[in-house]
């Protein structure tokens, strides 16, 4: 029996499962640790290669383990899964994930580091505050609605509902409902403050790095955008192409070729959603100024005269994200490109 030189760490909120195996692929190590003993554990490990799913808390795990001395990858889950050979138990998954770590073509996450992270909290947080907002929205217009109070789509739809609420002569309302509504307006003015001061913070983190402030010079690229690629794209090395980004982020049509036929499909929305949102909204950004002044981006315009706008905004946003590499990659400026 040898020496371990590969570990697959199923992790876990309160016991990890350990798999390791020597130079020759022999099974030298198969146990359970509590979280507590899991760093113990490591330290007392020689040097070796750790492989884990890139889920929660892996970010950190990962940290700790380097610190170590170890080398650790992190791997998506969806890549490890083939490598269950049958059934779904942490010492078959602890076995397939030390077994995909050590294959030359798996694909491997990028460890953020803790400012990283929570750069990326940011945008996760406005994501709750804006779903709440939305509730709470949603909410006060359909409780006004069953009194026969209704007013148009919007914010300035929402302004006269709320000053309804807050109007205590207006007898449409009754005094019940009027203090339940009221809870509702309150709520809402305090999520709209946290949003906007969310905002503020998202956009200092992007103008507080020197990548951020090339980024919102490209076209499409505001401050939210910017501090999204700086957090999440930690590693932009590990993409060997521009299009492979892309295709992270899923913004490349869905293949279903075979026998030399290509057949492609709507795109594969198998990336970051997050991202592939924020550059779709982007690109509609840049289209709808586009079509008030054709003479500047010649390429857009003849690209609209053949597709609907929103194909050409994911066309858009394809080309965007390669450029956004490019620019991480090279260190260089945005530069407007000359037209033919």
């Not at 409902?177 to 809870?183: G, V």
């Not at 690629?229 to 295709?247: K, N, Q």
């Not at 690109?283 to 857009?300: D, Q």
Request: glycine share 6%; aromatic share 4%; charged share 25%.
């Amino acid at each position: 029996m040898g020496q371990v030189v590969t570990i697959g760490l199923d992790l876990a909120k309160s016991v990890f499962q350990v798999h390791g195996v020597d130079a020759a692929g022999e099974v030298v190590l198969r146990r359970q640790i509590r979280r507590s003993q899991l760093l113990q554990f490591f330290s007392k490990q020689p040097v070796c290669l750790v492989g884990m799913e890139a889920c929660a808390s892996s970010h950190h795990w990962a940290r700790e383990l380097i610190a170590l001395g170890h080398e650790v990858k992190l791997m998506p889950a969806q890549y490890v899964k083939p490598y269950v050979k049958r059934g779904k138990n942490d010492a078959a998954d602890a076995e397939a994930i030390c077994e995909a770590v050590r294959r030359p073509t798996m694909r491997f996450v990028a460890i953020k580091t803790p400012e990283q992270q929570s750069a990326m909290m940011l945008h996760r947080v406005r994501l709750v505050l804006c779903r709440q907002r939305t509730q709470l929205s949603n909410a006060l217009r359909a409780h006004l609605a069953e009194f026969g109070i209704v007013a148009p789509v919007g914010r300035i739809g929402l302004d006269q509902l709320l000053a309804v609420v807050t109007d205590s002569d207006d007898d449409r309302l009754p005094v019940e409902a009027r203090i339940s509504l009221q809870m509702l307006a309150t709520q809402l003015d305090v999520v709209k403050a946290q949003i906007l001061e969310n905002d503020r913070r998202i956009m200092a983190d992007a103008r507080s790095t020197e990548l951020g402030r090339r980024l919102m010079a490209i076209p499409g690229v505001g401050p939210l955008l910017a501090s999204a690629l700086v957090a999440t794209v930690a590693d932009p090395s590990i993409f060997r192409s521009g299009r492979d980004l892309a295709a992270w982020i899923g913004l490349v049509p869905r293949q279903n070729s075979s026998g030399g036929k290509e057949r492609l499909g709507s795109i594969s929305k198998a990336g970051h959603r997050y991202l592939r949102q924020m550059l779709v909204v982007g690109a509609m950004a840049v289209i709808r100024y586009a079509e008030r002044s054709a003479t500047r981006r010649p390429w857009l315009a003849q690209l609209l005269a053949r597709r609907k706008a929103k194909v050409a905004a994911v066309a858009l946003a394809n080309k965007i994200a390669r450029t956004a590499w490019a620019m991480m990659m090279t260190g260089e400026r945005y530069r407007e490109p000359l037209a033919a």
